[in-house]
């Protein structure tokens, strides 16, 4: 079996490091307080959310995790969360038994799921007042148990963009009231997550603790790639370890999958050339997906893309030197592309650190934009 996950998680052998974010997480869960993810695209969220929730179920204690990325309205989140529920705890536990008395009312149904197949549960409401008392009720029905809970809600800042106008309040309210529920928030688009949790304005202000989720350190890293290697007697040159990194700057989707693809290879003596030979058989793969970016975009959004690349990190895109070098035009020209490549998910601003800087955010993309002629 491949030690090198690019799926869903699976188990902590094959999980890497985050070990002091799991004892924040530990720590705010112990203290009934709310976490909150900021983080870029397929660094690790959601891995690390359902590596707590695998440890938290080894301690027996209640986990629930939603993903929101597909739900359009207010609706559907109350029906994910009440399948979770659902699905989490059977009938025949006691908890089960007593959330099927309590949600009675709003009439549940099962039916098979469109595309796996396995039993769904929905809710059939349908006025607006319902559907806006549906979640805080079924928040307080697994309050009421009086056993801590943990609710993970990952891709939230979907609920930005639903149409009811009060989610937000409605889902903080609800929130303040509960005593065993400790929640945990995650979500990759910068501008709407720092918008939900960072606009004093806004319900969710202060009201979270956040973690800012980085790359794993380089050393952990090589640590943990090697080892994994050598199990399965593989050689690799330490050369060959940091080429790895370097190719995907420490990102760990990209890293997991270059180290997938090296493993699959099969080739027992993992070298500099190995390594650089796999990665072009990679971009190789994802060409025809790269050409589409590129028709998605507007030619100065592609030129801008193509100078942030060739950079790999830029510290200073205003600056008249970049501008000139790549002839991207005025500098409030390079703001707006730059904004809307951001908002796009292509480009990330990496805005925690002494000095933020701009990144392609798929290491994959920057590797060929870099090097496409
Ligand atoms: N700590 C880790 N160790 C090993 N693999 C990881 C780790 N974190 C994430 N991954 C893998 O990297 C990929 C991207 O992670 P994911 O959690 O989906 O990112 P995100 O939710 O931030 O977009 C997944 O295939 C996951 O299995
Ligand atoms: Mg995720």
Redesign the pocket.
Known sequence: MNPF?????REPY?????VSEIETLMMNIKNQSHTTFF?Q????????IRHLGHLLEQKKQAFLYIDIYSTQNLKDFSNILANAIYQSFPEKQSIGKKFWQAITSLRPVISADEVSGTPQLSLDITHPDHIERTVPQILNFLDSQNKPIVIAIDEFQQILNYPEQNVEAILRTSIQTLKNISFIFSG?HQHMMHEIFNNHKRPFYAGTKSINLQK?DSEIYSEFILRHFTQHKFKVDPEALSYILELTDGH??YT?RLCHEVFNHNVKKVNRELVAEVMRKIIRDHEAIFFQYRNLVTPTQWKLMKAVATEHKVYQPYAQAFIYKYELGTSANVKRTLLSMVDKELIHHQSVTDQPYYEINDKFLRFWLEHKR
Do not use: E
């Open positions: 996950l690019i799926n869903a998680y094959l999980f890497c490091d985050r983080a695209r397929r660094i690790g969220k959601t891995a690390l990759s794993i760990t989707y997991q």
